[in-house]
T-cell receptor, first 112, second 114 residues
């Protein structure tokens, strides 16, 4: 079945450590997005990419980095510069302008 | 700037009651799209509906209905005869611009009990 796969489901980060969240889609979508969700809050956009080898910062990009080397993959790295990384991270993709975004199951990141 | 307001943080109803979730948006764009998503306890967001700014027709899908009013910048969502399986967090979102970025409201948690 077509969809978006995020891994791992749970992730723990030590102080000073970078961690990478995986997002893969087999929907042949051009655009991909990363969101952060904190308890009781809506989703906030971290980074997005509309085409391979190109990406833009969202509203809360500081402390995060991404790459888009393949159409189907959009990994997110949470760097040690992100001082409050504990959150639920959701990856999404969409086919073209104004189309609904389809979401993965999310990764829950916590600090050890 | 775009903004979506969901003033209802949490709603509790008894099964079979009707419930309306409110959504108010702000944008200066003339072309935009509005969405509703459902987030069950498992965490993934499930797409429910998309409505563009030029189509003010209300929509009904089974027990779900949506009322879009540009005059009040509102896009409200009604569940008729609610069921326990409707328990979830519901997000309203606004999409503008060719980058198709979504601006989300803070969500409304709906609890349906027997």
């Amino acid at each position: 079945d077509g969809g978006i796969t995020q891994s791992p489901k749970y992730l723990f980060r030590k102080e000073g450590q970078n961690v990478t969240l995986s997002c893969e889609q087999n929907l042949n979508h051009d655009a991909m997005y990363w969101y952060r969700q904190d308890p009781g809050q809506g989703l906030r956009l971290i980074y997005y990419s509309q085409i391979v080898n190109d990406f833009q910062k969202g509203d809360i990009a500081e402390g995060y980095s991404v790459s888009r080397e393949k159409k189907e993959s959009f990994p997110l790295t949470v760097t040690s510069a992100q001082k409050n990384p504990t959150a639920f991270y959701l990856c999404a993709s969409s086919s073209r302008f104004y189309q609904p975004q389809h979401f993965g199951d999310g990764t829950r990141l916590s600090i050890l | 700037a775009q903004k979506v307001t969901q003033a209802q943080t949490e709603i509790s109803v008894v099964e079979k009651e009707d419930v309306t979730l409110d959504c108010v948006y702000e944008t200066r764009d003339t072309t935009y799209y509005l969405f509703w998503y459902k987030q069950p306890p498992s965490g993934e967001l499930v797409f429910l509906i998309r409505r563009n700014s030029f189509d003010e027709q209300n929509e009904i899908s089974g027990r779900y209905s949506w009322n879009f009013q540009k005059s009040t910048s509102s896009f409200n969502f009604t569940i008729t005869a609610s069921q326990v399986v409707d328990s979830a967090v519901y997000f309203c979102a606004l999409m503008t611009g060719t980058a198709s970025k979504l601006t989300f409201g803070t969500g409304t948690r709906l609890q349906v009990t027997l």
